[in-house]
T-cell receptor
Framework: GAGVSQSPSNKVTEKGKDVELRCDPI?????LYWYRQSLGQGLEFLIY????????KSGLPSDRFSAERTGGSVSTLTIQRTQQEDSAVYLC????????????FGPGTRLTVL | KNQVEQSPQSLIILEGKNCTLQ??????????LRWYKQDTGRGPVSLTI?????NTKSNGRYTATLDADTKQSSLHITASQLSDSASYIC???????????FGGGTRVLVKP
């Protein structure tokens, strides 16, 4: 079956521009996560959606970062006024119910801020 | 502070040899521990997941162990293959929470 998909696969933008990254989770998965992976670094938690509950935004590094999940399915991560330090691979994952279940990761979006 | 430390940071092994990766964590209260394999340019793929009561779990040539008393885990790769070249990430979940704490990973290179 289809896995987690993300788009675009690569995004190059200029400093100060806004970007939107999209994640399509596995159908039927109620939990969705966004992570960031800088070059050579471990994964950094950004935000977690679970069903209709209020999202856990505790990992968002600044108020320039926001995310939505519409209809309990597709999610969009938005970064406003991008900075060079935002350059990283942004990974989305989904799981059936919550973090006790196996997470399935998408291929990621590589963001480069010039 | 919840932390997950992995060692070594990287290693090179010859095809056919075995290797063991280490993971130490301070996450509390503990829920489960996972090992992921991440190929270059790809998202992580789950290898094993272990709860507090489990001390070993296998997935093909991968065997993970867990000592919840010492808060240590290991991932053993048997008879390595070139396709095992990847980063291996240890991830610990906090009980009754949704946040996973990721280790920095061990980069494994298998040479012919």
């Amino acid at each position: 079956g289809a896995g987690v998909s993300q788009s675009p696969s690569n995004k190059v933008t200029e400093k100060g521009k806004d970007v939107e990254l999209r994640c399509d989770p596995i159908s039927g998965h109620t939990a969705l996560y966004w992570y960031r992976q800088s070059l050579g670094q471990g994964l950094e938690f950004l935000i977690y959606f679970q069903g209709n509950s209020a999202p856990d935004k505790s990992g968002l590094p600044s108020d320039r970062f926001s995310a939505e999940r519409t209809g309990g399915s597709v999610s969009t991560l938005t970064i406003q006024r991008t900075q060079q330090e935002d350059s990283a691979v942004y990974l989305c994952a989904s799981s059936y119910r919550d973090s006790t279940d196996t997470q399935y990761f998408g291929p990621g979006t590589r963001l480069t801020v010039l | 502070k919840n932390q997950v430390e992995q060692s070594p940071q990287s290693l090179i092994i010859l095809e056919g040899k075995n290797c063991t990766l280490q993971c130490n964590y301070t996450v509390s209260p503990f829920s489960n521990l996972r090992w992921y394999k991440q190929d270059t340019g790809r998202g992580p793929v789950s290898l094993t997941i272990m709860t507090f009561s489990e001390n070993t779990k296998s997935n093909g040539r991968y065997t993970a162990t867990l000592d919840a008393d010492t808060k240590q885990s290991s991932l053993h790769i048997t008879a390595s293959q070139l396709s095992d070249s990847a980063s291996y990430i240890c991830v610990v979940s906090v009980a009754a929470g949704n946040k996973l704490t990721f280790g920095g990973g061990t980069r494994v290179l298998v040479k012919p």
